[in-house]
C-alpha cells in the first residue's frame, strides 16, 4: 500500500479511477493492519502479480524472489542471451513502469550484460523507450486498441516483420 503499493501502481493500468485507487489502497492498508502483516506489506515486490507474494510470505513466511530470475534460472535464459544475436521480447503496455522490475526489465538487464539489442512489440507504448532497440506498438500499426485486439494475429505478424527487417 501506500504511493509505491499496488493500488497505485498497478490500479490505473487494469483499469480503476482514481476513486477505485484509493479505496483499494484503503482496504490493502487496513488489511495488513488487522492480520499484522504491516512489516510483510512494505517489503519490496510485495505487490506483484496481484499480491501474490505478500500473501505467501504473510501467511507461510515464503521467501521474496525475483519472478524473472526464478523463470531465467530454470530456462538458462542468460546462456540464450549470449548466444543470440537479438532479443525479441513483447510487453502488454511499454511504460514507466516497465523498467521497474517487470520481466521486460529483466529482459534489458540481461541483454546490456552481453551487448545484444532489445527490440519490443508491445500492445501500447506510452513515454520513453530508451535502452531498447526499436519498439512497435500493436495500436500504432492498427489505429486503435479495440482493432489491435481483434486482428491481433495480423498486427503481430506485421509488427514481428517490421523489427526483424530493422536494422
Known amino acids: 500500500h501506500g504511493p509505491e503499493g499496488s493500488a497505485v501502481v498497478y490500479g490505473p493500468q487494469k483499469g480503476a479511477s482514481a476513486d477505485d485507487v484509493r479505496e483499494l489502497d484503503r482496504m490493502l492498508r487496513a488489511l495488513a493492519q488487522r492480520m499484522g502483516w504491516e512489516a510483510y506489506a512494505n517489503e519490496p ?34 546462456e540464450r542471451g549470449r548466444q543470440a544475436d537479438l532479443i525479441l521480447t513483447g510487453e502488454g503496455k511499454l511504460d514507466a513502469q516497465t523498467v521497474r522490475g517487470k520481466t521486460l526489465a529483466g529482459v534489458l538487464e540481461l541483454a546490456r550484460q552481453h551487448g545484444r539489442p532489445v527490440r519490443v512489440v508491445a500492445g501500447v507504448v506510452e513515454g520513453s523507450t530508451q535502452g531498447f532497440d526499436r519498439t512497435v506498438a500493436l495500436v500504432d500499426l492498427a489505429g486503435s486498441i479495440n482493432a489491435s485486439m481483434r486482428e491481433a494475429d495480423r498486427w503481430l505478424e506485421r509488427a514481428g516483420s517490421i523489427l526483424v527487417a530493422y536494422t
Open 45 to 78: 515486490g510485495a505487490g506483484a502479480a496481484g499480491g501474490i507474494g505478500f500473501g505467501l510470505r504473510a501467511a507461510f513466511g515464503a521467501t521474496m524472489t525475483r519472478g524473472f530470475d526464478l523463470v531465467a534460472g530454470a530456462t538458462q535464459l542468460s
